[in-house]
């Protein structure tokens, strides 16, 4: 799970608020007597400044105006919605902005009066209006009325430097807010110990930093990991000093469990976190002092986000850190423990930002560009990358009849019996001969009949042939492939050891895989770490082993990470493997390498399904039960618990019928002609609600009329297919597993753009 980031400003601000103060009269002269165009997208050409939190991204245009775009949950596009945005939208009641900044979810902006506005999530009071109370248009900070000179958002608190005084509010644990407690404030209160003599103030994560007039560093708060740069891990409630920089210090910035200064001469040094190697040094060891970034001189802006870090030089913009969805706009995906250039970016930077796991930039054309994560428009390209409602896979034909979803990858089969995939190809699992990703569906080569159905793993996928033969593709480090030996990959399909006919069905865990036989007899392979092979070892197989325990054979198979279940012939349900989240339903957290018997349903099973660590059951009474972990609400019963629920209890809210079942890591789903529903986890939009919000208890997947023919959920996305054959997914599409003919992030600039709305006068007078 990735840190939120700080997003902050550091004193380049000052440049800019120069700036501003000078051109914003006349800028906003003509803004009132130019007539606006019909509604269009256009790229940004008068930035002059952007921050970004961890899902939103805000500009300052050289007319005093902010626009945003992006995640809009907690109201920090500041339109007076809650919608998201994939191109900008004006921040309401703001026309005299001269700076900006960004915390997770909030930001604020410094007026050419001097006063400061914030807008956006308020959990903490960190919009400094005295409330708890989120806000989606901007409110005024108490008592910050004029006077400031800086101003910085941070994870869940801000601050601001008035009359040389530093001022902070919002969330202080760890003592954020550098007034010697870790009371909470909603309003300003001072930092103690600094004096009048504050210059800039920069807020990270859960610490924060400030330099004097003397330009000397100082920082407080959290210091696990060395971010205040004092030489020790010990969390500190009022400033200390910054070891080895000399008075000099030109410009900081705090990040999430990192900080970074620029020296007098031009040299950029880092501290603190470093397990991503964001501190720059060529290694992923946590600094607890200052150590010089390598590899760049010249500095003159930074910016720090969760696990990144950017800045311009006079030989361009590089970027190092965490790169995941191509934060660091190298055109890859690869970490880098030092700067690497933004590819496409060697001219003149005005400004920089870093986001949660996405980055911008204002060019010197004055226009934004950003990259990275894109899942909730935080690009501000005007493309939807990520949908959270069922869509269209891209180049399938309306005739498919099973589909499998994995932790990147899908696969679905036509009613012809050719068997297409897409997403994640890391370790051959398309099974399309190469190992290229694919955002659209891909045949799979060398199968040498017809098949009848086909299964994912994790990272693995097979497919039953007509004949009864069984055949699998990709990743073969456990043996999940059941070739006989465990290898690398196969980036084909390769028949599994023994299984040359009477194969009914394949069913895939994370990297164990299991058949069914026509006789209802089970076998199972690969990985066998949590006992989840059920033939009374943990040992691993690298072809089949008949199941333990399971005499009277079974009618289906549900596979989690580590452990699997099957429905009997006589309507019981057994599981075996590993047990401590309560997933094998038996009353205990004690690991089962033998099939056994789950306690509690109210009635003979008809279905069942296995997720990470949970299963669940529908019985022939119409209800659905569930067991296991339930720290995301995927047992649907309303709650969310730490702790196992070891016995079968009751999903809430599902109407009476019989529920065809398929579980993910951490979200579960049903379907039947009653409609097609999900519930835990839905960050990445893999419940279909039409949002991204988590569910405790089942919610209808929004697209009208949508019932599921067949249904499969995945890692954190889920595919079904409608009636008619077409298969629709939705949910988390990093590598393409979505299918929809991108992936949810771009890991080279382009350009925001904002929506010109026709006038509401004629005349042009708004």
Same mark, same amino acid.
């Given at each position: 799970?990735?840190?939120?980031?700080?997003?902050?400003?550091?004193?380049?601000?000052?440049?800019?608020?120069?700036?501003?103060?000078?051109?914003?009269?006349?800028?906003?002269?003509?803004?009132?007597?130019?007539?606006?165009?019909?509604?269009?997208?256009?790229?940004?050409?008068?930035?002059?400044?952007?921050?970004?939190?961890?899902?939103? @991204?805000?500009?300052?245009?050289?007319?005093?105006?902010?626009?945003?775009?992006?995640?809009?949950?907690?109201?920090?596009?500041?339109?007076?919605?809650?919608?998201?945005?994939?191109?900008?939208?004006?921040?309401?009641?703001?026309?005299?902005?001269?700076?900006?900044?960004?915390?997770?979810?909030?930001?604020?902006?410094? &007026?050419?009066?001097?006063?400061?506005?914030?807008?956006?999530?308020?959990?903490?009071?960190?919009?400094?209006?005295? @409330?708890?109370?989120?806000?989606?248009?901007?409110?005024?900070?108490?008592?910050?009325?004029?006077?400031?000179?800086?101003?910085?958002?941070?994870?869940?608190?801000?601050?601001?430097?008035?009359?040389?005084?530093?001022?902070?509010?919002?969330?202080?644990?760890?003592?954020?807010?550098?007034?010697? &407690? &870790?009371?909470?404030?909603?309003?300003?209160?001072?930092?103690?110990?600094?004096?009048?003599?504050?210059?800039?103030?920069?807020?990270?994560? *859960?610490?924060?930093?400030?330099?004097?007039?003397?330009?000397?560093?100082?920082?407080?708060?959290?210091?696990?990991?060395?971010?205040?740069?004092?030489?020790? @891990?010990?969390?500190?409630?009022?400033?200390?000093?910054?070891?080895?920089?000399?008075?000099?210090?030109?410009?900081?910035?705090?990040?999430?469990?990192?900080?970074?200064?620029?020296?007098?001469?031009?040299?950029?040094?880092?501290?603190?976190?470093?397990?991503?190697?964001?501190?720059?040094?060529?290694?992923?060891?946590?600094?607890?002092?200052?150590?010089?970034?390598?590899?760049?001189?010249?500095?003159?802006?930074?910016?720090?986000?969760?696990?990144?870090?950017?800045?311009?030089?006079?030989?361009?913009?590089?970027?190092?850190?965490?790169?995941?969805?191509?934060?660091?706009?190298?055109?890859?995906?690869?970490?880098?423990?030092?700067?690497?250039?933004?590819?496409?970016?060697?001219?003149?930077?005005?400004?920089?930002?870093?986001?949660?796991?996405?980055?911008?930039?204002?060019?010197?054309?004055?226009?934004?560009?950003?990259?990275?994560?894109?899942?909730?428009?935080?690009?501000?390209?005007?493309?939807?990358?990520?949908?959270?409602?069922?869509?269209?896979?891209?180049?399938?034909?309306?005739?498919?009849?099973?589909?499998?979803?994995?932790?990147?990858?899908?696969?679905?089969?036509?009613?012809?019996?050719?068997?297409?995939?897409?997403?994640?190809?890391?370790?051959?699992?398309?099974?399309?001969?190469?190992?290229?990703?694919?955002?659209?569906?891909?045949?799979?080569?060398?199968?040498?009949?017809?098949?009848?159905?086909?299964?994912?793993?994790?990272?693995?996928?097979?497919?039953?042939?007509?004949?009864?033969?069984?055949?699998?593709?990709?990743?073969?480090?456990?043996?999940?492939?059941?070739?006989?030996?465990?290898?690398?990959?196969?980036?084909?399909?390769?028949?599994?050891?023994?299984?040359?006919?009477?194969?009914?069905?394949?069913?895939?865990?994370?990297?164990?895989?299991?058949?069914?036989?026509?006789?209802?007899?089970?076998?199972?392979?690969?990985?066998?770490?949590?006992?989840?092979?059920?033939?009374?070892?943990?040992?691993?197989?690298?072809?089949?082993?008949?199941?333990?325990?399971?005499?009277?054979?079974?009618?289906?198979?549900?596979?989690?990470?580590?452990?699997?279940?099957?429905?009997?012939?006589?309507?019981?349900?057994?599981?075996?493997?590993?047990?401590?989240?309560?997933?094998?339903?038996?009353?205990?957290? &004690?690991?089962?390498?033998?099939?056994?018997?789950?306690?509690?349903?109210?009635?003979?099973?008809?279905?069942?399904?296995?997720?990470?660590?949970?299963?669940?059951?529908?019985?022939?009474?119409?209800?659905?039960?569930?067991?296991?972990?339930?720290?995301?609400?995927?047992?649907?019963?309303?709650?969310?618990?730490?702790?196992?629920?070891?016995?079968?209890?009751?999903?809430?809210?599902?109407?009476?019928?019989?529920?065809?079942?398929?579980?993910?890591?951490?979200?579960?789903?049903?379907?039947?002609?009653?409609?097609?529903?999900?519930?835990?986890?839905?960050?990445?939009?893999?419940?279909?609600?039409?949002?991204?919000?988590?569910?405790?208890?089942?919610?209808?997947?929004?697209?009208?009329?949508?019932?599921?023919?067949?249904?499969?959920?995945?890692?954190?996305?889920?595919?079904?297919?409608?009636?008619?054959?077409?298969? *629709?997914?939705?949910?988390?599409?990093?590598?393409?597993?979505?299918?929809?003919?991108?992936?949810?992030?771009?890991?080279?600039?382009?350009?925001?753009?904002?929506?010109?709305?026709?006038?509401?006068?004629?005349?042009?007078?708004?």
């Amino acid at each position: 799970m990735s840190r939120l980031p700080f997003a902050s400003c550091s004193t380049q601000c000052s440049r800019i608020s120069r700036v501003l103060r000078h051109l914003l009269i006349s800028s906003l002269v003509a803004l009132a007597c130019t007539a606006l165009p019909s509604v269009a997208q256009v790229p940004f050409d008068d930035a002059i400044q952007v921050v970004a939190g961890e899902s939103h @991204t805000c500009a300052l245009r050289a007319n005093g105006t902010v626009w945003c775009w992006g995640d809009n949950a907690s109201g920090m596009l500041g339109d007076g919605t809650t919608t998201s945005r994939q191109s900008g939208v004006q921040v309401q009641n703001l026309i005299n902005a001269v700076e900006i900044t960004a915390g997770a979810i909030h930001n604020c902006a410094l &007026t050419s009066l001097g006063s400061v506005v914030c807008w956006g999530g308020n959990h903490f009071g960190q919009l400094g209006d005295g @409330t708890t109370t989120f806000r989606s248009l901007p409110t005024t900070v108490v008592g910050l009325t004029s006077g400031v000179t800086s101003l910085s958002a941070g994870r869940h608190h801000s601050c601001a430097v008035v009359s040389g005084i530093a001022k902070c509010w919002g969330n202080n644990s760890y003592g954020v807010l550098g007034d010697g &407690t &870790t009371t909470s404030r909603r309003t300003p209160t001072d930092v103690i110990g600094l004096g009048s003599n504050v210059s800039s103030i920069s807020a990270g994560n *859960n610490h924060t930093c400030a330099l004097d007039t003397a330009r000397r560093l100082l920082c407080w708060g959290y210091n696990s990991d060395g971010q205040l740069g004092d030489g020790s @891990t010990e969390t500190r409630l009022t400033p200390v000093f910054t070891n080895g920089l000399d008075p000099g210090v030109l410009s900081m910035s705090a990040g999430s469990n990192h900080s970074c200064a620029v020296s007098g001469d031009a040299l950029m040094h880092c501290w603190g976190n470093n397990v991503s190697g964001q501190i720059g040094d060529g290694t992923i060891t946590d600094r607890t002092s200052p150590v010089q970034v390598i590899g760049i001189a010249d500095v003159s802006l930074i910016a720090l986000g969760s696990d990144h870090t950017c800045a311009t030089s006079t030989a361009g913009t590089f970027c190092w850190g965490a790169n995941e969805y191509g934060r660091l706009g190298d055109g890859s995906t690869s970490q880098r423990n030092s700067p690497t250039p933004v590819l496409g970016e060697n001219s003149d930077v005005i400004a920089i930002a870093a986001g949660g796991r996405h980055s911008c930039l204002v060019a010197a054309d004055h226009r934004v560009r950003c990259w990275g994560d894109g899942r909730v428009g935080q690009l501000g390209d005007d493309v939807v990358y990520q949908f959270a409602s069922p869509t269209p896979v891209t180049g399938l034909d309306a005739d498919m009849v099973d589909i499998a979803s994995g932790a990147g990858h899908s696969c679905a089969l036509s009613n012809t019996g050719e068997v297409r995939c897409w997403g994640s190809n890391v370790w051959g699992q398309l099974g399309d001969g190469t190992l290229e990703n694919r955002t659209t569906p891909v045949a799979v080569n060398g199968l040498p009949s017809g098949v009848l159905t086909v299964t994912a793993g994790a990272l693995h996928t097979c497919a039953v042939l007509n004949g009864g033969a069984a055949y699998c593709w990709g990743d073969d480090r456990s043996g999940q492939l059941g070739g006989g030996n465990a290898g690398a990959w196969q980036t084909s399909p390769s028949p599994v050891l023994g299984l040359d006919s009477n194969v009914a069905r394949l069913y895939a865990g994370y990297a164990h895989t299991c058949a069914r036989m026509t006789d209802n007899s089970v076998y199972c392979w690969g990985d066998n770490q949590g006992g989840q092979l059920g033939d009374g070892t943990y040992e691993y197989r690298s072809s089949p082993v008949a199941v333990e325990g399971l005499d009277e054979g079974a009618v289906a198979l549900a596979l989690g990470t580590l452990h699997s279940c099957a429905l009997t012939t006589l309507g019981s349900v057994k599981c075996w493997g590993e047990n401590w989240r309560g997933e094998l339903g038996d009353g205990s957290t &004690t690991a089962r390498p033998v099939a056994t018997p789950v306690i509690g349903l109210s009635a003979a099973a008809i279905a069942i399904a296995a997720g990470d660590g949970h299963t669940c059951a529908t019985l022939s009474n119409g209800a659905v039960m569930c067991w296991g972990s339930n720290e995301y609400g995927q047992i649907g019963d309303g709650n969310i618990s730490m702790m196992p629920v070891v016995s079968p209890t009751n999903v809430a809210g599902l109407a009476v019928a019989d529920w065809e079942l398929t579980a993910g890591n951490w979200h579960t789903c049903a379907y039947s002609s009653a409609g097609t529903f999900c519930w835990g986890l839905g960050g990445e939009g893999q419940l279909g609600y039409g949002d991204f919000g988590t569910y405790l208890t089942p919610v209808g997947v929004s697209a009208p009329s949508f019932v599921a023919e067949s249904m499969s959920a995945g890692y954190q996305h889920t595919c079904a297919i409608a009636s008619g054959g077409e298969v *629709n997914c939705w949910g988390s599409n990093y590598s393409g597993e979505a299918g929809l003919g991108r992936r949810s992030f771009r890991s080279l600039p382009l350009d925001a753009v904002f929506t010109m709305s026709s006038p509401v006068f004629s005349d042009g007078f708004e």
